[in-house]
């Protein structure tokens, strides 16, 4: 069998639970290191004539990441296109299991079930009211239904704009710092944010920061994003 990936997370799922299947991945799916496929672009803009040109039995692609328009031109050519949605845990771990043994066949991983077997047994650090920035210039947070809300939550962490109508509001940053947030929460990805850049917008507000990977992708990473996570948030309520 022959899959492209136009989702990172999707990539790296495939990647170690099937080596050998993958054929073709855009540019930003940096994980496995050692991933050497054909590159096809990003995700918002792939060269879908060269993924035509792979001949894959399947395109995965997800419905937030990746837009309808390359999807339709990829079914328009005669390509199978699987097309993901994901919006808390459980909708990913049933995501997960319909894209590997429904969409590639083959036997469900066991990081899958370590991944599962982890979030079941996760420890709450209490309940932190927190906001959630994913780009500067302009603020944008997390908003209602999104997979990284529900993993904080989990977590013990509220996001204070989980009842906002967009999912990825625009926020002025005075608002921000208005909002009475115990936490801010700065995942390295989309935005880089880093010690040195975003903290430094919220004085006197303890800020976590936090792998993307972990917080954003669903696939392998899960099975360690509980204890990855955890222990960033952790350092962050202890300045408090």
Known sequence: ??????????????????????????????????????????????????????????????????????????????????????????????????????????????WLDEAEAAWAAVASLGEWRAFVPIWRRPWMVLGRDTFAGDLLARLGVRNVYAGHAERYPRIPLEELRDRGAQLVVLPDEPYRFAADDGPEAFPGLPAGLVSGRHLTWYGPSLAEAPAVLGAALRRATQQM
């Open 1 to 110: 069998m022959r899959v492209v990936s136009l989702v990172p997370s999707l990539t790296e799922a495939v990647a170690l639970s099937a080596p050998g299947l993958l054929v073709g991945a855009t540019d930003w799916c940096s994980h496995p290191a050692d991933l050497d496929v054909v590159r096809i672009g990003g995700t918002k803009n792939p060269d879908t004539a060269a993924v035509v040109r792979l001949r894959p039995d399947l395109v995965i692609a997800n419905e937030e990441e990746n837009r309808e328009p390359d999807l339709a031109a990829l079914r328009a050519a005669g390509l199978e296109v699987l097309v993901t949605e994901v919006r808390d845990l459980e909708q990913a771990f049933r995501e997960l299991q319909r894209v590997l043994v429904a969409g590639c066949g083959v036997a469900r991983p066991r």
